[in-house]
């Protein structure tokens, strides 16, 4: 049960706007939207950065959404994995492959920079205060741009923010 009750679009009018657009958008109102959406501002802000982290950008939201759920399971959050791995299956990639992006990326199929993009995001996620030049070097090396760096560690970030929030508040799986 969530420590905090989940909204709906009849709530307010600023609250209405954005879940409606996020429906619209990701075709549903994930429970994370709900439970933020208890302080308006939070909630349009969150919406505007999951928009330009996880809607737009150079990297493909397979990779993007490969990274929200080796997060999510880097911080055993339930809730993430299911979120992710929902979004994955929606993007057409298979289940046993949604598996291996879960338990072991290193064998999901991707080409080698988004490997190397990976392994910068979990560098991130687990190992944040060991700035080691090593992991970012190695992407440059697989053809990773700057952006492209600083866009998957975004996509990090984001994913780690809303997995341990729904961690936090208990929130039920989508």
């Known amino acids: 049960m969530s420590h905090i009750p989940l909204v709906d679009s009849h709530s ?14 990701l075709g549903m109102v994930p429970a994370i939207f709900r439970a933020i959406g208890n302080n308006p501002t939070i909630l349009a802000s969150l919406w505007n950065r999951y928009q330009h982290v996880m809607l737009t950008g150079n990297l493909s939201p397979k990779l993007k959404e490969g990274i929200g759920l080796m997060v999510a399971a880097d911080e055993h959050s339930d809730y993430g994995i299911a979120l992710h791995s929902k979004a ?87």
């Not at 307010?12 to 958008?25: F, G, N």
């Not at 190695?138 to 929030?165: N, P, Q, V, Y």
Request: some cysteine; proline content about 6%.
């Open 12 to 25: 307010d009018p600023r609250v209405a706007e954005v879940l409606d657009d996020i429906r619209i958008t």
């Open 88 to 174: 994955l299956e929606k993007l057409g990639v298979d289940p046993h492959e949604v598996l291996r992006i879960r338990t072991n990326p290193d064998h999901a199929h991707y080409e080698p920079k988004d490997h190397a993009l990976l392994e910068v995001a979990r560098h991130q996620n687990n190992n944040p205060y060991d700035h080691s030049g090593e992991v970012t070097d190695a992407a440059r090396m697989a053809g990773a741009s700057d952006a492209e760096i600083i866009e998957a560690l975004a996509a990090a970030g984001l994913a780690c923010e809303l997995s341990r929030t729904a961690a936090f508040l208990s929130l039920p799986s989508d």
